[in-house]
């Protein structure tokens, strides 16, 4: 069987993968951004789609379906995100006389609208949050808010990935909160409607994965804890989840299965469920049709592939899993292409070094010479690790990330190694408020890691040298005095570091290139890269960037504007927001520093704009812009 991929990054490679060991072909497709990454090289048959544009690229129904005719393919392999849950596109692929990888379209219509899932569910038996959805006039909705009570949950009916979400904690802010629902929403989904429902103050994530078959076979492989969280984008996840209790357990996995066989379901899905971290209680949060981010961790505690199980389920054969057995304890972490001391602001750039520890599961998106931009979802790469149990599974996994380099592109793998040694984690008691709740320590000083790089450096600049007499003797001398190394490195700042030959330093990860001259290090899993110069070079630091100066507004990453919510001549407060950007599939507000008269809006809506460019513009003392 030929299968194209209707998807990119680091799960094509994933299909890809099983697809090859199965014995099946592979198809690639690509636009014009993704022409040398790495899946599209693994794939027997690569398909260009064209231009940047997502919508006439890998959210183009015409434009998969002409790629996959003339590729002469059998069938196709979704993926996640895209068009994975969209109804209409696995109604053409079967109208098309091809396989569709994943459940029949009724499935996914059926839990595509979070209004009739909740009605499915309930008719199921499956506990639901109490709420309102039978009306969308917003006095009605606000009625079912006040007679619920305080805080609520808005949340968009349609899509998913934390889009058209909004609390309100007052009577007063709701209206507001869900104008924002709706216009997120639209914008989004092209769907505005919304359900209003009980926020649980306390809330935990937690999700059954799910198997059918076309049979009317249904089994569930466990539980997966997803409650690290920001913006509703999940962040760490791992299987089983811990801390619950077995009445909870069971229920969960029971009323998993039960919702599957309500709607027939034929392939691989995960059903959710929000769990009060104060009572136990869970509730049915909404069902993804597809194969989710998080499935190494339950591969790994199963010992089983669902890339596989979807295959043969797709192809009609029989899925039965009663006799699955689990063992051991599983841990992922999404590596994304963002700076998590900046807000998580997403990061573009080359991965110039990448060193992966070994024994260690690597989903991986990138190698090194890829390019990350601007144009996708941040995510690059998967980390994951299992132990026999818990604690060795996490203690594992702080061990990978301080090993894992990643250079020449910030990512949130300091981050994560910050993460895995909190109380909550350890304990495992976390809920999705954690983030919101806790602050970030600072990152570690450029100076530390420049003590570690210089000891890189001299190491292997020793070893290279070791054939030289007087530098095979190591630390021993035939004289008392020892003269201490000097090394220059130029990272944000100029560092002098001198080493101490008969010393011992703290071992580091890393990569140093002798012929480039040049060091990457990783402390606390942030890497640093730094060049290494001799005595007599000139060095200037490193400019600051930022969108706040006193009489600008700047892009700090490239993206294309999503909203201007201020004109010319408008006062502005500080904190005010002034433009909101998209990038990496996030929207991410620009915001006032100070108070000021906007002088000119130099972008509209739509507009794609680079970094550092400069947005809007403010009136100065002397009345003139800047």
């Given amino acids: ?100 990888i994943g459940p029949k379209p009724e499935a ?7 209004i009739e899932a909740r009605r499915i569910a309930a008719e199921a038996g499956v506990p639901v949050i109490p709420g309102f959805d039978e009306d969308q006039d917003n006095e009605l909705l606000q009625a079912a808010a006040d007679r619920i009570g305080y805080p609520v949950l808005v949340k968009a009916s349609a899509g998913g990935g934390g889009k058209g979400i909004r609390i309100v904690h007052r009577p007063e802010d709701f209206t507001e909160r869900l104008a924002a629902a709706r216009d997120e929403a639209l914008r989004s989904f092209g769907d505005d409607r919304v359900i209003v429902e009980r926020y649980i103050t306390r809330p935990r994530h937690v999700e059954v994965q799910i198997v059918g078959d076309q049979h009317g076979n249904v089994s569930h492989l466990g539980t997966r804890e997803c409650s690290v969280q920001r913006r509703y984008q999940k962040l760490l996840e791992e299987a089983p989840a811990p801390n619950l209790s077995s009445d909870s357990r069971t229920g969960m996995q029971d009323s998993a299965v039960a919702l599957a066989r309500q709607i027939g379901y034929d392939s691989v899905g995960t059903v959710e469920f ?81 060193v992966v520890p070994e024994g260690v599961r690597w989903d991986g998106g990138v190698e090194a010479g890829s390019e990350v931009s601007s144009h996708y979802d941040p995510m690059i790469a998967k980390l994951i690790v299992g132990g026999p149990d818990r604690e060795t599974a996490r203690r594992l996994l702080a061990g990978a ?16 190694r910050w993460l895995v040694d909190q109380p909550a984690i350890v304990d495992g ?26 000891v890189l450096w001299s190491n292997a600049t020793d070893r290279r040298a070791s054939h030289d007499v007087w530098h095979s003797l190591g630390g021993l001398r035939l004289t008392p005095a020892v003269a201490t190394r000097v090394v220059h490195l130029a990272g944000r700042d100029m560092h002098d570091v001198g080493i101490d030959p008969l010393g011992s330093a703290r071992p580091s990860a890393g990569v140093v290139d002798v012929e480039g001259r040049r060091v990457v290090t990783v402390v606390d899993g942030h890497s640093f890269t730094f060049a290494v110069l001799t005595p007599t070079e000139r060095w200037a630091p490193a400019a600051e960037k930022g969108h ?34 998209e990038a990496m599939k996030m929207l991410h507000p620009l915001t006032a520093h100070g108070s000021g008269t906007v002088a000119e809006v130099r972008v509209a809506p739509g507009d794609t704009v680079a970094s550092e460019q400069i947005l809007i513009t403010f009136l100065t003392q002397n009345g003139e812009s800047e």
Avoid at 302 to 310: A, H, I, K, N, S
Avoid at 407 to 413: A, H
Avoid at 439 to 444: G, S
């Fill in 1 to 100: 069987m030929r299968i194209l991929i209707a998807n990119r990054g680091e799960i094509a490679r994933r299909i890809i993968r099983t697809a090859h060991r199965m014995g099946h072909e592979t198809v690639a497709v690509f636009s014009e951004p993704d022409e040398r990454m790495p899946f599209v090289r693994d794939a027997g048959r690569s398909f260009p789609l064209g231009s940047v544009s997502l919508a006439t690229t890998y959210l183009s129904v015409d434009r998969l379906l002409a790629a996959a005719e003339e590729t002469s393919s059998d069938a196709v392999h979704p993926g996640y995100g895209f068009l994975s849950e969209n109804a209409d596109f696995a109604r053409a692929v079967l109208d098309a006389g091809m396989v569709w």
């Fill in 108 to 114: 996914i219509s059926a839990m595509g609208s979070k």
């Fill in 274 to 354: 929000v769990v009060d971290d104060e009572t136990g209680d869970y509730f049915f949060l909404e069902m993804n049709t597809r194969l989710q981010v998080e499935h190494p961790v339950t591969e790994y505690v199963t010992g089983l592939d669902l890339v596989e199980l979807q295959l043969r389920a797709a192809a009609g054969e029989g899925v039965v899993l009663d006799d699955v057995r689990m063992s051991g304890h599983a841990f992922e972490a999404r590596i994304n292409a963002e700076d998590a001391w900046a807000g998580f602001a997403p990061q573009i750039g080359t991965v110039t070094d990448l």
């Fill in 401 to 416: 990330l301080d090993e894992l380099v990643i250079g020449g592109l910030r990512t949130n793998t300091g981050f994560h």
């Fill in 429 to 454: 008691r976390v809920t999705t408020r954690f983030l919101d709740e806790t602050e970030l320590p600072a990152p570690p000083e450029e100076s530390e890691a420049a003590t570690r790089a210089a």
């Fill in 548 to 581: 706040g100066a006193a009489n600008s507004v700047r892009a700090p990453f490239p993206g294309v504007v999503a909203e201007v919510r201020i004109e010319v001549g408008e006062t502005v407060e500080p904190g005010q927001t002034l433009a909101v950007i």
